[in-house]
């Protein structure tokens, strides 16, 4: 007996029309998909071969969960059915996500982190904020973290962008736990970063500057000016200038031939390499001391505490970046040179200083 199927593509009647012979008379059905017209012949090769009750069945299980289903039943051998052993199977099952001690995971994290290739000070950002989580979560196993005890962390730091700085930190920790199937959800969704207000920033006078650099000669060793003059000339960020001043990498990047400074992608945030252009202001500081650049934490305390001013946050660099963009007069320029886009240096820096500003803070030389 032929059974035949054939495509129908005319328009609402699309589908699969099944043809056949059953006793002397022709037959015909039609079927929307393929698989069902394909399950059609299957019942009619069964009745009509076989006289018997149709043995094929249409199911949406796969080829792997068929061969699941039927090892089952055979296992089962009629004594009970699937459903009821499935039922007891679920009472005796192991929830997969039954978690491990907060501390091991956290060793475990440690290990993870230290085998990726991150700097240093990531590294440690990471692991402080997840030790700190661990020593306030003390005796809960990963299974038994909730939003309540994210949260009654995350309290602990107010301003926003400590918050999300911690949050950042945090997330990697649990996303680590998660990926392990050692916690089921991650309980940091429903606590979002906090909305940074972003106002205008608070920059340094070519007064202050002089005063800075005056009270620096005075307190700090040779080389503290240079290492302060970078921050403001080239406004290289405290981070970089921290990787910079490791070992000889410093020298390396600076080329007084060329007129430029070379920022590496291992020292860059966001690893992107970027130049700076060595203006004669940042020149006359680079050139006497040129392998004696560095300024240590506490001689930087000392500097500030005999300021007749405080120096805002990052205000070093954001002072720097006004300057080289009223020196420069393009945002597209300033944004690479410094590292930020072009609309934030639109944003942010254009019109803060007036051209005698400009020309006053270009002017500072060493005292």
């Known amino acids: 007996m032929k059974i035949s199927i054939h495509h129908l593509k005319r328009g609402n009647h699309a589908g699969y029309k099944i043809r056949w012979w059953h006793h002397g008379k022709r037959k015909e059905a039609y079927r929307k998909s393929y698989e069902d017209a394909l399950a059609l012949k299957c019942d009619i090769t069964e009745e009509v071969l076989f006289g018997g009750q149709k043995t094929f069945k249409k199911t949406h299980l796969s080829d792997s969960q068929l061969v699941d289903a039927e090892a089952a039943l055979t ?4 004594r009970i059915g699937a459903v009821e052993a499935a039922q007891l199977a679920l009472k005796a099952w192991k929830d997969k996500y039954e978690g491990i001690e907060l501390s091991r995971a956290y060793e475990l994290f440690l290990e993870h982190i230290n085998s990726e290739n991150l700097r240093p000070e990531t590294v440690k950002k990471y692991r402080q904020t997840a030790l700190r989580f661990v020593d306030q979560s003390k005796g809960l196993k990963t299974s ?7 949260n009654c962390f995350m309290q602990l730091f107010e301003h926003p962008l ?10 990697r920790f649990l996303n680590f736990i998660k990926s ?44 503290s000016q240079t290492y302060l003059a970078l921050l403001l000339f080239a406004a290289v960020r405290p981070e970089e200038m921290r990787r910079l001043s490791v ?17 590496p992608s291992r020292v860059a945030k966001g690893r992107g390499l970027r130049k700076i252009k060595i203006r004669p202001a940042l020149k ?3 050139t006497p001391y040129p392998t004696r650049i560095g300024l240590k934490e506490y001689h930087f305390k000392k500097i500030k505490s005999q300021l007749s001013f405080k120096i805002p946050h990052d205000g070093l660099r954001h002072t720097g970046i006004t300057a080289i963009y009223m020196d420069l007069r393009n945002f597209a320029d300033t944004a690479l040179e410094t590292g930020n886009s072009e609309q934030v240096i639109r944003k942010h820096y254009l019109g803060n200083w007036t051209e005698e500003q400009s020309s006053k803070f270009w002017s500072i030389r060493p005292m």
């Open 75 to 78: 296992v089962l051998d009629g």
């Open 144 to 150: 038994d973290i909730e939003h309540d005890n994210v």
């Open 247 to 263: 070992g000889g990498t410093l020298q390396e990047c600076l080329n007084l031939d060329t007129g430029y400074l070379t920022i």
């Open 284 to 286: 006359a500081f680079l």
């Open 180 to 223: 392990n199937s050692w916690l089921n959800s991650d309980p940091l969704d429903k606590i979002k970063p906090k909305k940074i207000e972003h106002l205008t920033p608070r920059l340094l006078s070519p007064e202050q500057v002089r005063e800075l650099f005056s009270i620096a000669k005075a307190l700090s060793p040779e080389g």
């Open 162 to 171: 400590n918050f999300n700085a911690r949050r950042r930190e945090l997330k």
